[in-house]
């Protein structure tokens, strides 16, 4: 993914998740040299929309609404109330 993005501004630090990195050796980042992976749905592809196939079917997408990249593992506790932003 760095070598993909590298030329856009991406940088090994922008590879490593915080929460990830807090694991250590069992991290992602020290197995695959990144915290996230690359979702390639739409490589090579110019059309305005895709269909994104999953074991409960198959669903057209907009290009705008397609998560590209994610983490390896579900770390990221996403049902807990968000907390306020810092100041």
Not at 20 to 43: C, H, L, N, V
Not at 69 to 86: C, F, N, R, S, T
């Amino acid at each position: 993914m760095l070598q993909a993005f590298q030329p856009y501004g991406l940088s090994t630090q922008s590879l490593q998740c915080p929460t990830d990195m807090e694991r250590g050796a069992k991290s992602d980042y020290a197995q695959y040299q990144s915290s996230y992976f690359w979702y390639p749905y739409s490589e090579d592809s110019e059309d305005a929309a895709i269909t994104v196939y999953t074991r409960r079917g198959a669903y057209p997408r907009k290009l705008a609404r397609v998560q590209l990249a994610a983490d390896w593992e579900g770390i990221h506790l996403v049902y807990l109330p968000a907390q306020p932003a810092m100041a």
